[in-house]
Nanobody, 121 residues
Framework: QVQLVESGGGLVQPGGSLRLSCAASGSIYSILLMGWYRQGPGKQRELVAHITSADVTNYADSVKGRFTISRDSAKNTVSLQMNSLKPEDTAVYYC???????????????WGQGTQVTVSS
């Protein structure tokens, strides 16, 4: 079993900041990719940012320069620092981890339960 526990969502005013965190635990052999997706009202889920095991990062154009993804490989955690938040950033944010549960296992995706981020005055 693998569990992903997210924290850090909430209500913030435009221009404010929030930090999301996600901790992966359970039967984990190696983590290949960690990232964040979001799903706004009436929208499809979209990639926000991800970071590879080599610390290569990728961001959606809409968040570049405002969001920063980071990870702690020793703790199996990934964080998303969100600055200069806009109302259009309002969404449920989901942690995503691609990992192997064993040396010869096929990598699989795991998802957190989601955390609400609301940007409003």
């Amino acid at each position: 079993q693998v569990q992903l526990v997210e924290s850090g969502g909430g209500l913030v005013q435009p221009g404010g900041s929030l930090r999301l965190s996600c901790a992966a635990s359970g039967s984990i052999y190696s983590i290949l990719l960690m990232g964040w997706y979001r799903q706004g009202p009436g929208k499809q889920r979209e990639l926000v940012a991800h970071i590879t095991s080599a610390d290569v990062t990728n961001y959606a154009d809409s968040v570049k320069g405002r969001f920063t993804i980071s990870r702690d490989s020793a703790k199996n955690t990934v964080s998303l620092q969100m600055n200069s938040l806009k109302p259009e950033d309002t969404a449920v944010y989901y942690c995503n981890v691609n990992l192997r549960r064993g040396l010869h296992s096929v990598p699989n995706d795991y998802w957190g339960q989601g955390t609400q981020v609301t940007v409003s005055s």
